[in-house]
């Protein structure tokens, strides 16, 4: 604002800044509010809707409702139907994986370089050399 409207006196710059901040406000209803007590400063604007937000706060969660718990046995033998597939899948997807980390995709075109054979690569070669017989 000081930049924007730098040849205006201070208070009218401020009551632009609090018309503005008003004009911002996403509730329709905090922003009535606001632009009610027709606030000279954005601080006083600020002020004033932290404490509306608070106290609409405070209203909204201070109702005297208790929640009702109801106890049936169809949504315990679900929970536990539910519970079962889910370790049945989570067993399958950890032999699934743990069969993909075993089987690699072959080359048929590669070469060994300690056998020179076709199919499989050096770390894989099951040749015996005359180190390792020792």
């Avoid at 009218?12 to 922003?31: C, G, K, P």
């Avoid at 601080?43 to 608070?54: F, P, Q, R, T, W």
């Avoid at 995709?105 to 005359?130: A, D, F, L, M, Y």
């Amino acid at each position: 604002m000081s930049l924007a409207y730098a040849e205006c006196p201070l208070d009218v710059r401020e009551s632009l800044a609090a018309q503005y901040f008003a004009n911002a406000i996403r509730d329709e209803d905090m922003q009535h509010s606001t632009r009610f007590i027709d606030a000279k400063d954005l601080k006083s604007a600020l002020a004033y809707n932290m404490k509306y937000e608070g106290a609409r706060t405070v209203s909204k969660t201070s109702k005297h409702v208790r929640s009702i718990e109801i106890e049936d046995n169809t949504s315990r033998e679900r929970n536990n139907k539910f519970e079962s597939l889910y370790n049945r899948l989570e067993k399958l997807f950890n032999s699934s994986v743990a069969g993909k980390r075993n089987t690699f995709r072959r080359n048929p075109n590669v070469t060994c370089w300690r056998c020179n054979k076709k199919g499989h690569v050096q770390r894989e070669c099951q040749t015996i050399t005359s180190n390792q017989e020792n």
